[in-house]
C-alpha cells in the first residue's frame, strides 16, 4: 500500500497543500506548531473518519473555514483509488472512494493506516481497552464482519450485566449460555490473530539481519503474551465468580478483559523498561501489526509515526532506521529540524526523503 498524493484544503493550520510524497521514508521536519502533526492526522482522519488525537471532527476545519477536504490518492501495487474525506461545520462528513459515496469501511480497507504517536502514554502504559483494539484491528482486517460480532458480543455483555443486577437465576443462566457462545468466537479470532502477530514480533528482533548486535538487551528480551481475560474455562470461571458479579452488577471475566502483556525475565515492560526501550518496543509491536497484516493480504499498511524520536539515543535511532528501510514500508514521521542531523550523522542511511514544513506549508523540496 502506497500514498501517491495528498490534497488538503483547510485542513487545521494547512491552508491548501498538494503532496507526491515519496514511497518509503517520509521524514517530516519543522518548528512547533509548524503544521506537521497536521499532516499526519489528515491520512489518517481520510482512512478512518477519526483523528488520531481523538479531536472533535468540526474542530480539524481551519477556523478560518467552514469546509474542509481531504483527498488521497492511493494504490496496493494493483488498484489505484481515490479517497476523498469532506466536512462542513455542523454537517455530515461525506467519505467517496472514486466518486462513490462509501463507508467508513470501505476506506479503512481501501487505505489501511497505522499510527503511532508518543506522549507520555504508550501502548504498554495506556487501559487494556488499547491493547485490545490493536487485536481488534488485525481480526477485522482478516475477518471483514468482525466488527458485527464485537458489537454483538457488547450487546450481550450488556443485556448480561443488567440480568445481574436483577439476581433472577434463570434469566442469568440463559444470558451467560450466549455469553459464552459469543465470547469463545471473539477469543478464537483474537488468539489466531494474536499467534500471527507474535510472531512477526519474535521474527523482527530474531531474524532481521545484523540486528541484534544493536539491540539494547532488554528489548531483544521482550517477549508479548495473549490474555484471554479469564482463567482456565469460560463456564468455570464465571461459575466462580458469580456471586461477585451478581452483588457489583458486572461480568469479572471475559474478552471485554483480554489484553496482552510485554515482559522480559526482570518483570513488565510497563514498570520496569526505561523510556526509549518502551519507545523502540511500541515501534517493533506496530511493525509486527503490519508484518501480520502483510502476511494475508500481500501489501502493508501506510504508518504514521508522530514525534518518535522524542527521548531515543541515536544507537535506538539506528535501530529504528534500519526496521523501516528493512520494512519497505511507506511511513511519515514528524520531528524537529535538528533530527536531520542526528539521521545523516548515523551510519545507516534512511531509505527515503527529507521534507520542512513551516507554516502549514511544506516546503516541496527534498533534502
Ligand atoms: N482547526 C484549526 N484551524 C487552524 N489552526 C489550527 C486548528 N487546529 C489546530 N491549529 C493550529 O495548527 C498549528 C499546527 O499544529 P500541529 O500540526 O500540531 O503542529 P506541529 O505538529 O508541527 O507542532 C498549531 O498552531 C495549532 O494551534
Ligand atoms: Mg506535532
Redesign the pocket.
Known amino acids: 500500500m502506497h500514498i501517491g498524493q495528498i490534497g488538503l484544503l483547510s485542513f487545521?493550520?494547512i491552508k491548501i497543500l498538494n503532496f507526491e510524497p515519496d514511497a518509503n521514508l517520509n521524514f517530516i521536519t519543522?518548528?512547533?506548531?509548524?503544521?506537521?502533526?497536521?499532516?499526519l492526522?489528515s491520512v489518517y482522519v481520510c482512512s478512518t473518519s477519526k483523528s488520531f488525537k481523538n479531536?472533535d471532527l468540526d474542530?480539524?476545519?481551519?477556523?478560518?473555514s467552514q469546509s474542509s477536504k481531504i483527498s488521497v490518492k492511493c494504490s496496493d501495487n494493483t488498484i489505484n483509488d481515490i479517497i476523498i474525506y469532506e466536512k462542513t461545520l455542523k454537517s455530515p462528513k461525506k467519505v467517496l472512494i472514486n466518486q462513490k459515496k462509501s463507508s467508513i469501511k470501505d476506506t479503512m480497507l481501501k487505505l489501511p493506516v497505522i499510527a503511532l504517536n508518543f506522549g507520555n502514554q504508550n501502548i504498554f502504559t495506556q487501559k487494556s481497552e488499547v491493547r485490545r483494539s490493536l487485536l481488534d484491528w488485525g481480526v477485522f482486517h482478516v475477518k471483514q464482519d468482525y466488527h458485527n460480532l464485537l458489537k454483538q458480543f457488547n450487546r450481550i455483555l450488556v443485556s448480561r450485566n443488567k440480568v445481574l443486577k436483577t439476581r433472577d437465576l434463570d434469566q442469568i443462566s440463559l444470558w451467560t449460555d450466549r455469553f459464552i457462545e459469543s465470547a469463545q468466537i471473539i477469543h478464537s479470532h483474537r488468539q489466531e490473530y494474536f499467534d500471527q502477530f507474535n510472531a512477526a514480533f519474535i521474527n523482527i528482533l530474531n531474524n532481521t539481519p545484523d540486528l541484534a548486535s544493536i539491540l539494547y538487551n532488554d528489548i531483544l528480551k521482550t517477549k508479548i503474551a495473549y490474555k484471554k481475560g479469564w482463567t482456565g474455562s469460560l463456564e468455570d470461571s464465571l461459575t466462580r465468580s458469580l456471586n461477585k458479579d451478581i452483588a457489583c452488577g458486572f461480568t469479572s471475566s471475559g474478552p471485554h478483559r483480554a489484553d496482552f502483556a510485554a515482559s522480559t525475565d526482570k518483570g513488565k515492560v510497563c514498570d520496569l523498561a526505561s523510556m526509549s526501550t518502551q519507545v523502540v518496543l511500541n515501534f517493533c509491536i506496530t511493525l509486527a501489526q503490519s508484518d501480520a497484516f502483510h502476511v494475508k493480504h500481500n501489501h502493508k499498511p501506510v504508518l504514521l509515526i508522530?514525534d518518535l524520536f522524542f527521548g531515543i539515543d541515536d544507537k535506538n535511532l539506528g535501530v529504528v532506521i534500519k526496521l523501516l528501510n528493512e520494512s519497505e514500508l511507506q511511513c511519515f514521521l514528524?520531528a524537529p529540524d535538528s533530527l536531520i542531523n542526528r539521521i545523516t550523522g548515523l551510519k545507516i542511511k534512511p531509505k527515503g526523503s527529507y521534507y520542512q514544513?513551516k507554516n502549514?506549508e511544506l516546503m516541496g523540496n527534498k533534502v
Open positions: 487545521r493550520s519543522g518548528a512547533n506548531n509548524a503544521g506537521k502533526t497536521s499532516l492526522e479531536i474542530n480539524l476545519i481551519d477556523y478560518s508522530d514528524t514544513m502549514g
